[in-house]
C-alpha cells in the first residue's frame, strides 16, 4: 500500500512538472527565465520566426533575396559601392600564390634528405613561373571561356559569393586545346552562375539532394547538378531544363567542381546570403528617402517664385459670364507690358511688374535637416555589415583624424583578410591543385630521386600562400618607419611586411634590388641609401675591426 501511494505521489510530481513545463513553453507563467523567449511583452509578442535547418532557410527565399542584392547593386551607388571597395581590398585582380611546399613532410615520406630548403626554393621559382604561364595567359587559355586572365576570374568568382552568396566553377579537361598547339595545359577554370545550381526539375530538396548539391550519409557533397542554360535564358530555352551532374572530383582525387560559400551553421551545403541581406531593408529605405528629398529639391527649385494677379478665381469667373470686358483690357494691357519691359542689367533681368501684380516665393517646407544623420546611421550599419569602415562605405574622411581612421582600417582589414584567406582557400586552391597535378606530369620540375608521386603527398607538394592587394597606408612614413623596427626586434619579416603592406613578393623585390643597385654600379654612380649596399673591402675592413 505505501509502495502504491508513494508510486502515485511520483506520478502526480512527474505530472505537474510536465504541466507547468507545457504552460512555460506556452507562456503560461507569468515570467520566463530569458526574457529573449518571453511572448507577452508588446517588443516581443509578434516575434515568432520560424526554427529552420541551414539547408531549408536557404531554399524558398534564395532567388528572391539574391534578385533584390543585385538590383540593388546594379541601381544604387552605395551598395554598387560597397561590394567594389570589398572586392579591391580583399581580392582585387592580383590574387596570385607563392609556392611552399612542405620539404619536411616530403623528406619524411620519402626518407630523402634532398627534400630542404634548397630544394624547396628551386621548386618554387619553377612552379610559380610555370603558374604566371598559364593563369596570366594573353590568349587566356586558363579560362574556359577565353576572356579573363585567373586573377580576374578570382574578381568575379568573388564578386559572385559576396553579393550572391556562392563562387562556383567547373574544370573542364580541354585535351583538344593542347593538341592543337594553343595551350600548354589541358585544365581549365569556367565560372559557372550560381544561378544554375539547383535540383534537377526543380524538385523539393530531399535527404540526399540539397539545392542542388547531392551529399552522401555523412553530408559530404559528392556531386552537383548544374542547368545547361540559365532559366532566364529565353533563346536557350530546351536547355535551361535540363541538368548535368557533375561528380566533384574523379576517383583519383582530380576536383571537377569547386564550389565556395561562407559557413554560416553546421550542415550548410550552399551559401546563404550574401554581405548586403542583413542591411537591405534599411538601404532600400535610403534610397527612397534620398530620392524623396531629391524630388522635393528640384521642386523647390523650379516653383521659386510666381507673379499674383489682382483677380481671383471667382472674380474671373464672374467677369466671364457677365460680360465684362475690363478683366480681358487688363490682360491685354499686362501682356503688351511684359513683351516690351525686357531690362537687363549686367546681365540679369531686371522684374518690372505691371500695376496690381505682386510676387510671391515658394519656401522649402520639407523639414530636411536630419537627412544627413539618418544618412549617415545607415551608412554606418551597412559598413557594419560589409565589415568595412563606415568612411570606405560613404567615401567620406572629412570628420575623422589618423588615430580613429586608422583603427577603423585596422578593424577592417581584419574582415578582407579572413575574407581573402578562406577564399583562397575554399576556391582558389582546388584550382591550383588541379593544375599542378598536370604541371607535374608535362614540365621537368627539379625533384629528387624517388620523389613521392603527386596523389600520395598532394598536400605536402601543393602548399602555398596566398598574396592579394596590401592592405595600404594612412602615413606612409610613420608605418614603414614601424615596419622597419619591427623586422629589426625580430617581430616580423620581410615576406610578411611585402605581403600586407603591398600585396608584392619580397623574392621578386630583392631581385629587382639587386638590378638596380648593379644599374647604379655599371653607370659610375654612388649607390642611395635605400641600396642598402656595402663595398666587399668595406666589408671586410669592419670584419677585421670587429
Not at 107 to 115: I, P, Q, R, T, V
Not at 191 to 215: A, Y
Request: aromatic letters at 8%.
Amino acid at each position: 500500500m505505501a509502495k502504491k501511494q508513494k508510486k502515485s505521489k511520483q506520478a502526480k510530481a512527474f505530472a505537474q512538472s510536465m504541466g507547468q513545463r507545457a504552460s512555460a513553453l506556452n507562456g503560461g507563467w507569468q515570467g520566463v527565465p530569458f526574457d529573449a523567449a518571453d511572448i507577452y511583452g508588446q517588443h516581443t509578442q509578434s516575434w515568432m520566426p520560424p526554427l529552420w535547418s541551414a539547408d531549408t532557410e536557404r531554399g524558398p527565399f534564395r532567388n528572391r533575396v539574391v534578385s533584390r542584392a543585385r538590383d540593388l547593386v546594379r541601381n544604387d551607388g552605395w551598395a554598387a559601392g560597397t561590394v567594389t571597395r570589398v572586392q579591391d581590398n580583399a581580392i582585387g585582380i592580383t590574387l596570385r600564390p607563392i609556392s611552399k611546399p612542405d620539404y619536411r613532410a616530403l623528406a619524411h615520406l620519402s626518407g630523402n634528405s634532398a627534400f630542404d630548403s634548397t630544394w624547396a626554393r628551386e621548386f618554387s621559382e619553377a612552379v610559380d613561373a610555370l603558374w604566371r604561364s598559364w593563369a596570366d595567359d594573353p590568349l587566356h587559355f586558363n579560362d574556359g571561356e577565353r576572356m579573363l586572365t585567373f586573377g580576374q576570374q578570382m574578381h568575379l568568382a568573388f564578386r559572385h559569393l559576396i553579393v550572391d552568396g556562392d563562387a562556383l566553377g567547373v574544370l573542364p579537361w580541354l585535351e583538344n586545346r593542347v593538341c592543337r598547339g594553343g595551350a600548354r595545359y589541358a585544365t581549365a577554370l569556367q565560372l559557372v552562375d550560381p544561378d544554375r545550381l539547383s535540383n534537377p526539375q526543380m524538385k523539393m530538396d530531399l535527404q540526399n539532394i540539397r539545392n542542388g548539391v547531392e551529399i552522401d550519409a555523412l553530408g559530404v557533397p559528392v556531386a552537383y547538378h548544374i542547368r545547361q542554360a540559365h532559366e532566364a535564358d529565353w533563346y536557350s530555352a530546351a536547355k535551361s531544363v535540363q541538368w548535368d551532374r557533375i561528380e566533384r572530383e574523379t576517383s583519383w582525387g582530380r576536383p571537377r567542381v569547386v564550389h565556395m560559400f561562407e559557413h554560416h551553421r553546421a550542415s550548410q551545403h550552399t551559401g546563404a546570403t550574401g554581405i548586403l541581406t542583413p542591411v537591405m531593408q534599411r538601404l532600400k529605405m535610403l534610397i527612397k528617402y534620398d530620392g524623396s528629398e531629391l524630388d522635393a529639391a528640384i521642386i523647390n527649385a523650379i516653383f521659386a517664385g510666381y507673379i499674383e494677379s489682382p483677380y481671383d478665381p471667382d472674380m474671373v469667373a464672374e467677369s466671364l459670364e457677365g460680360g465684362d470686358e475690363s478683366f480681358g483690357a487688363y490682360q491685354d494691357g499686362r501682356i503688351a507690358f511684359h513683351e516690351n519691359r525686357n531690362i537687363n542689367l549686367a546681365g540679369s533681368r531686371l522684374p518690372i511688374l505691371y500695376p496690381g501684380e505682386n510676387i510671391k516665393t515658394v519656401s522649402a517646407s520639407r523639414p530636411a535637416g536630419n537627412f544627413r544623420d539618418f544618412e549617415s546611421a545607415v551608412l554606418r550599419n551597412i559598413a557594419s555589415g560589409a565589415g568595412l569602415s563606415p568612411q570606405q562605405v560613404s567615401n567620406d574622411w572629412s570628420d575623422v583624424n589618423y588615430s580613429s581612421a586608422r583603427g577603423a582600417m585596422l578593424e577592417a582589414w581584419k574582415t578582407l583578410k579572413r575574407r581573402r584567406d578562406d577564399f583562397a582557400t575554399g576556391f582558389a586552391a582546388p584550382i591550383r591543385l588541379a593544375w599542378l597535378e598536370e604541371c607535374m606530369e608535362v614540365d621537368k620540375l627539379p625533384m629528387p630521386r624517388n620523389a613521392p608521386e603527386f596523389i600520395d603527398a598532394r598536400q605536402a607538394y601543393a602548399r602555398a600562400t596566398w598574396l592579394g592587394p596590401g592592405r595600404g597606408w594612412i602615413d606612409p612614413v610613420a608605418e614603414k618607419q614601424g615596419a622597419i623596427l619591427g623586422m629589426d626586434a625580430g617581430l616580423s619579416t620581410l615576406e610578411e611586411e611585402c605581403a600586407e603592406n603591398e600585396g608584392g613578393d619580397w623574392i621578386e623585390k630583392i631581385d629587382q634590388r639587386a638590378v638596380e643597385i648593379q644599374a647604379f654600379k655599371d653607370r659610375g654612380m654612388p649607390i642611395p641609401d635605400w641600396g642598402g649596399y656595402v663595398p666587399p673591402e668595406q666589408s671586410s675592413r669592419n670584419q677585421d675591426k670587429s
